[in-house]
Structure formats: structure tokens, C-alpha cells
């Protein structure tokens, strides 16, 4: 048995990623949903966008087969998974589903998970670190997104900057759970794993090429595991020492020897190197989460969808560290060449989309012709990086080279009442 | 001339003041070990804020300043020493005892540097003064920044113990992290383009020499070294079995930031306990993992630590038992202190006799071997032999341009010195730069690219005969910008594949002028912008490593490069670009 079409539906979510994907069968579709989440909505479109599509996912998928899989756990990519209490949600509603399977990376196997206050003893595994490291990032998001909120002194692109990183980097401990018991099969892949996957969609090979786990990556990343697990464990406490914050404010360390401000200012002698440090401050929160939020999206899974002579490649937000495990594969090296429909890397980042992968897409043309690639990129500008340090999501480099050498579909392109657009590909 | 206290006597020229001697995890009987050191006297204003550090206790988390500390004045009574007789409890919660550790801390190391060369000694940041920051923020770091003339200590919770408790670890109580981060400060005065992206040497250089500068001058105080030698106050015998390699190797004397390093063993601290318990005889120099420089200045800090232990211990041998395999405590902690001192202003001498850009920890060896022959020209401590062995043991030998016994080549070219005037020579950039120019073919500088000498600077010791000796060293500069293309085809430089031919590359070379007395070039210690083979492939593999390390062209965010660094310790790497 094998599909003779798949059609693949981008929704609108912002900025985040929703794509299903429906393989039609002799007799019956087919469906893989894979990532729903958002992290901040366009004007004008409804509030519970969430669940209109969620919705429509039900409509499309009532009765028949579906696996769902979860990239990473970044907000933008999960948080559509979340249950609230009061019914309904999207989360409930897609687990209503009764998806007979859901994949996620190796990292969120609960197996590995650790209730850990610190970081692990030596002599555990180092994936159980990378794991407790993971999770210590996490808090470490929280830790910063309260002190973004808390203070008073950063630029108003700084500050949105600072939550929105913040908070895409916050555990979603709703979707999570939801996630974890949503589905009877429950897979956590690393690169070169086989998958149920397969069993579901007959006829189509699945590779999935990331991430790699701690042993498949380099010599030095394995070593360093134990170090990063206790650094982002102090990191995650470090302000424990001020106690907790109320009323957005904390205590400082000596209550007994503070200097008292006069109209709000401190010591005109102190004035010049507090604006300093507190630009410092801002400018290490700023390095922390996105050296944080880097290490999770190289968590993603990268699936390469083969049926014939179409290939499909869903690299959820991974990075050049996640990427080059796989780029160091001559085999692997030569599926993508043969590339026909790419999910743009990390909302268009320019990093999600490394040269060496761009590169090696075969079927990128400027001219028009039935062969040529198909780019469906999930985005929503403004949100992610900034434009001065040419880290702006989506890159515009990024972006003109998609445009000039692949059809691309981009979720900005929608108007606010569309809810999603619709990709086809003759399978046959 | 009288002063103003009225007297024609000089007024005091050091006061003592109580620093915590390590961390406050080191005790002896359940207290923490102090130490009083000398620093440099000076009427100061609150902060302290004195006339090279200047130290506000703001925390930029808690959005709060700390009250200063004030130091009495010597002109209207006596210096005095505030927490001399203060209880541990008030050491630990008294921000203005914080405020008194760090400055004491850096005020000696500053003076120690100064000391050992003879002259004042710049910071590497703009101005005289500069910025302590004891509290600065909530986070497991501590580092230099430059762009902010400023030093930042950061504070952090522990780990809970097995009790479930916790407490807060202030990285500038620890001896060893303020006495690093000043050597930042310090060597970036010296030598600032060794904040450059180049070798992983280089890199590696400004870690481990902060390093070894920390756990050498904990040996010039007797009563930390005696008690953490057996874990006593005082006596007068010492057990000779303490004495012993192994035992001396791990005490907390060669263990950098044991607070710290228990709670962040890889952030700090772990790092020497680690490094002298390198087992040497290994490759590490091409070990990959020994290419990151924070791993990489482990190196150094190995060789130089265990030079040291070997020169104490053979110092140890001739002290004889007095009864029962005891030994004259005060001998042995003297002789510690000795090696330390002669080795220390080794190091720091050193620095001067090394090539501006580009180096290599090959050239440090050289350079520091060139300094003891210049003092000690028989080597009768056997302090170089002591130097070569531990270098080779991890890998590390004299550079290729030096002697056969590792010391720097003498210059013995004929040089124009008519054109320029020997007191010009001897402080004044454009006069050097007249030399330079005027002898580019004999200094073999070549004629293309920008040069500037960038510094020209006394240093005083006293000579073998007990004379005062003046040299002069200069640092000049060479700077290139051509396009990957014309370096691949007109240089015949091996430019990695990845670089496109038309992006411009910015290459350096340099080297120090040192002038003997007479302003006679004594030496000339270079990198060479492109004068050879050697020097092609060094450019080369500096393109390779930057591009590899995705440095290249990056924006010279240096206050942001140190704090980087500090967190790629912990293995915590940020992406460039």
C-alpha cells in the first residue's frame, strides 16, 4: 500500500509551527500532526485561534489514523497541546483524538527524567545530565522572564525581546503531561532510530536524522555535559540567595546595609557604573537565554518523510549542532539532495538553515518548473532576534534566497480571517 | 621638605588589612583562616575608593547599593584594620568587609606586579581607577570588562547539603577569583592584544597566568601556607610525612577557589585541583580537547605548578630533620615562599619578553627562561631546568625561533640608532617608531602593512652585581587587510575553503623591542607579519581556528568576549556570530 498524494496544511499560529499532514490512501487519509504551538498571535486574529484549529485538526481527522509528534518543547511548539481545567482546550481536544502514537526527541524521555534540586552525582548517565540540564535551563528561562519583569531599566526591544525568550523557554508542564498520556505508543527517537511511524504510513520511509544523543555527538559536548548540568543548576538557584520576589521586588542580600535612594536616585558618584552593570546585567540575561534557547532547539527531531521519488523534510527547530551530526553523513548527505518539500528550519533563522544544508537541495531553481522545491516556513516577524545584530527571525537573507530559489509559502502571507494554507504533492 | 604630618620623615608607605586568606570554606578550629596582608597606604574615600581601585557595592539584580566601607585616615591617627578582631559571622554578613576583601585583594596583586617590574602598571581598560563590583549580580561568575573599567563578582545559593541547607557563595570572598580577575585586568594593561581572537594559546595564556598568579602569591603568607600545611595555628615542627610530593600536591594550597570549585567544579576551581593532578607525559598540547582555551590554560598552570614543586621540594631536601622526621616549620613555609617569589617574578616579567601578538605558550617558556638567565645566568636553583622539564612533560617546548637552550636569540645586527635620540628612546612612542623605520629591513618587518608602536616602557631589577638595571621594552604592531584571494594567491597563505575570496582578512604581526641600558637592541621577540614559511602557516592556522571557532570578523565586543569565556569554562558555550 502506498499514498498517492500528501497534503499538508500549514495553520496560522504566529510565531510557531503547526503542520499537518495528510497522506491519502487507496481507501482511507492518514494523518501526522506535527508541532502545535505559538508564542504570540498576529493583530486581528481571534484570540482562540488555538482552538479553531485544533478544531479543524478534529474535522479533518475524526476517525481516522494519527500520530502526532513533538519536535522540542519549546512553547511555540507544544503550548497547543496544553489542557486547562475548565474545558474545552486544544490540548483536550486533539487528545480526544486518541493519536495512536506521539514522537518526541530523546530528551523527553520521563525514563531520563530526574526530580534533581542540583545537578546529578557522577556515575549517572551523561544523557540523564543533558536531561537535568535541560530542565535547570528551564528554570533558568523563569528566573530571567521574572527578573525581565521585575525590573525598570531595560529598553522597551530589550525587554520584549527578553520575555518573548523567556517565555518560549518556560516548561509547559500542561502539554507535556498532555503529551505523555495522550497516546498508548509513546517514542522518544534519536537520529538513526526506526520508528512506528513507519507502520502507520505504509509505503513511506522515515529517517529521522536528529537529534543526536550524547554518545553520537562530538568527543568534547559528551565531556562537558556534567559541567553544564551543575552550571545551569546554580545558575536556575543563583537569586534564591535574595529571597523570593514579592510585589515585584526582592530582598536584598544585606537589608541592614542598604544606601537609601534621594528622589529615586542612588549617590551621583555610583550613577555611571550602576547604568553600566545594569546594562551588563541586561546584556548577560540576553546571552543566557539565547545560549538556553539554542541548546533546546538543537533538541528537535529532524524527520525525513521518502515515498518514491518525493521527499519531505520536517527539521523542527534544530541547529547547526543538531544538523552537523547528520551533515557528517555521506549517505544521509545524499538523501537531501533530493529534498522536494522543506519546513524551514526555526521560523527562518538563519542558523536553522545551515549553508551546508542549503546547499545540497538539488532541486532549488529560480525558474518555475514542476520539480522545484517547495519551502512552507511558519513564522511571524519581530518576535525572535533583532535586526542590527542580523539575528531578526526570519533572516531576510534567509528569506530572498528562499523566495528567489524555491516556491515559498510563508503563514505572513495569510489575512487574518485564513486559518491555514493548503500544500499538495502528487505522491504517485 | 616636611609632609603633612610636619615631620620631614616619609609618611608610612603600607598599611594591613584582614582579608579572608582563601575562601570561607578553608578553617582551621572551626574558623575561617584570614590572613592580614600589606597593601599600599592611601587616604581613601568611602568604597573603599582609592587612587587605582574603586570599589561600589551595587547589585544589579536586587536593584540595591551596599553601604562603602571606610578605612580610617593616616594623617589624622593611625591606618587600622577594622575586622582584625570581627567574629566569622560578621566577615560573612558585612557587605563592607566584602568591600575591604576585594579591594585589599587587588591592591596586592596590582602592587605585586609592580613590584616585579619595576614600574607603575597600567589596567588594560581606560583610566587609573578601576571598578569593583563585589556584589554585582546574582549568577555563578566573576570576570573583567573592560568597555565597563569594572571587575564583576557574582554571587550564588549553594547546592543543598545533606541536611537540605543551603547558603549563599560569594565569588569575591575568594581569594583566588579576585586575584584571577585582577590578573585580567592587569595583563590586558600589558598586553592588550592578547583579548584578540588568535591561537588557542592565546587565549589559554590569559587564564592560565591569572591562575598561576592566584595560587603563587598565597605562598608569600606564612600563616596560610603553615595551616594549611597541617591544619594548625602555629608550632614550631612540622611532620616531615606533610612534606611528602603527593601530600603537598593536593593540599588547598594548589587547589584554586576550593569554595567555589566544590560548588562549580566545572566553573571554577576544579580547574587546579585538576591541573596539577595532570598526569604529564601526554600529547596534550594536540588533543582536542585541549584546543578549548579554558582547558587549555590548565597546561600552563600544570607546567608552572609543578616546576614550583619540584624547586620547593629540593629546596625541603636540604633542610634537615630536628626529631623524630620533623622539620623546622618556619624553614619550610620560608622556602615555599622563596620559590614562589622567584617564580612569580618570573612570570610576570616574562610577560614583557613576550611577542605582542599571537602568542604561543611556547614563547611564554622561552621568555620566561630568557628571564632567569638574564638574573641568575648559572642556574644554580635550577629553576630553568625545573621549567624545561614540566613544559615538555605536557607537551610544550621553547619556540623554534629561540637558542638551543630555549632562551631567546640576542640581537646582534648592526642598527641606525643616529637618527634617534637615546632619552627619546626611552619614552616616547614616535622616537621608537623612527628606529622601527628607519631599521625595518635589519628587524625584517617588510614593507607592507600599517605599524604602531604601541607602547615604550621602563622595567627596573637589580642586576647578578646588586646594581639597579634599566632596560626598555617597546611593543610595536603590524597590521594587514587583504582579501582571502590575494592572500591565497599573492601570500601563498593556506585560507580555509569556506572563506569567500573576496572577504577582507585583517592579519597581525609584531614583536617587542627590548634595549639593553645603553638603548642598544638587545632583543628582538617577533611574529613576523609574512616573512617566512613559519609565519604563512601560522597565519594560516590562526584563519583555520577562527573560522572554526566562527570568530572571525566578529564584532569586537571585548567586555562581552571575558564574559563569555567565563561561561564556556563551564562548558557552556555561546555561538559566535
Redesign the interface.
Known sequence: MKPSRVVIISYQVGFGDCFLLSFEYPNEQRHVLIDFGSTGLPDGVPKNQLELIANNIAERTKDQRLAVVATHRHKDHISGFATKKQRPSSGKTIADLKPELVLQPWTEDPKLAVDA???LPPGVSLSAHHVSSLAAMQQVAGAIFS?VKR?RYLSPSLRQELSFMGENNLANLDAVENLMTMSATREYAKAGDKTALEDLLPGIKIDILGPPSIEQSE??TK??????D??????A??????GPTKVQR?????PD???D?TAGR??ID?RW??S???R??A??ML??V??LD?VLNNTSLILLFRCGSKSLLFPGDAQ?ENWSFALGQAAVREKLKKVDLYKVGHHGSL?ATPKSLWDLFDRKSVEDNPDRLQTLMSTMAHKHGDEERRTEVPRQTLVQALDRQSALFTTQSLNEKELFHETSLDLS | MRNVKGTRHSLRSSRQLSIIAQDPSVKVDDRIVRASIDVPAEELLPGPRGYRVVV?D???????????ASLSSGLEGEYTDPFQEAPDETLL????FHAQNVYAIAMRILARFEFALGRRVQWGCEGHQL?I?P???????AFY?RD?R?L?F????S??DKQDN?H?VFSCLSHDVIAHETTHAILDGLRSRYLEPSSPDQGAFHEGLADVVALLSIFALPDVVGAALDGMAGGALIDQALLERDTLANSVLFRLADEMGQ?????RGCALRHSIKLPPGKNYMDD??YQ?VHKRGELLVAAMLRSFLDIWISRLNRIGTIVDGQKDRSLVIEEGARAADHLMTMAIRAIDYCPPIDLSFSDYLSALLTVDREVVPDDRYGYRGALLANFKDFGIFPSKRAAADGTWLRCDDEMIYSRTHFDSMLRDNEEVFRFVWENRRTLKIGDIGYIEVQSVRPSVRIAPDGFVLRETIAEYVQVLTVTAGELRQDFNVDVPDGIRFWRPLRLLGGGTLIFDEYGQLKYQIANHLLKDRGDKKRQGDRLAYLWKQGLLDTKNDR??NF??LH?AR??????AG
Do not use: C
Request: hydrophobic share 40%; glycine share 4%; aromatic share 12%.
Open positions: 534540586k542540583g545537578p527578573e525590573v568527543k568534547i565531556q562537558r555535559s556534567r559541567d553544564q551543575e552550571f545551569w543548576h546554580l545558575m538557584n543563583a537569586a534564591s540567595s535574595l526582592v530582598a536584598p542580600l544585606f546595609f542598604t544606601v535612594r542612588f549617590p555610583a557604573i550602576i553600566q552593570a545594569k551588563l546585567r546584556d548577560q546571552r543566557l539565547r545560549i539554542n547547526i542558523n | 561600589v551595587y547589585d544589579a539584580t536586587a536593584n540595591a547599593l551596599y553601604q562603602p554578613s558585612d557587605p563592607r571598578n563590583l556584589h554585582a549580580f546574582a549568577e555563578p561568575n570588562s565597563d569594572s564583576f557574582g554571587y550564588f545559593e547546592f543543598p543551603t549563599t560548588e562549580m567544579s566545572g566553573v582536542p580537547e578549548e567586555a562581552g564574559s563569555a561561561l563551564s562548558g557552556v558555550q555561546e555561538r
